[in-house]
């Protein structure tokens, strides 16, 4: 049985990129924001903007997956 990929896999693929692109530049922006903090908030804040992109994921891919 051969199942093929709905709409929704093309849809939430463009999304993902769309998320990473967008989080990036929003990192980027803040890291000229924290630039002059202290290295432990530096550290922090590349910690949390490297982490934090991946929660918007899992409702994503969930519906994804979702069948109609």
Not at 13 to 28: D, R, T
Not at 48 to 64: D, E, H, Q, T
């Given at each position: 049985?051969r199942?093929?990929?709905?709409?929704?896999?093309?849809?939430?693929?463009?999304?993902?990129?769309?998320l990473?692109?967008?989080?990036?530049?929003?990192?980027?922006?803040?890291?000229?924001?924290?630039?002059?903090?202290?290295?432990?908030?530096?550290?922090?804040?590349?910690?949390?903007?490297?982490?934090?992109?991946?929660?918007?994921?899992?409702?994503?891919?969930r519906?994804?997956?979702?069948?109609d």
């Amino acid at each position: 049985m051969r199942i093929e990929p709905s709409w929704r896999t093309g849809v939430g693929m463009a999304l993902i990129l769309l998320l990473i692109v967008g989080w990036s530049v929003l990192a980027v922006t803040g890291a000229a924001w924290v630039s002059g903090l202290p290295a432990l908030v530096q550290a922090l804040y590349y910690l949390l903007a490297g982490i934090a992109w991946i929660l918007p994921l899992r409702p994503l891919i969930r519906w994804m997956n979702r069948r109609d």
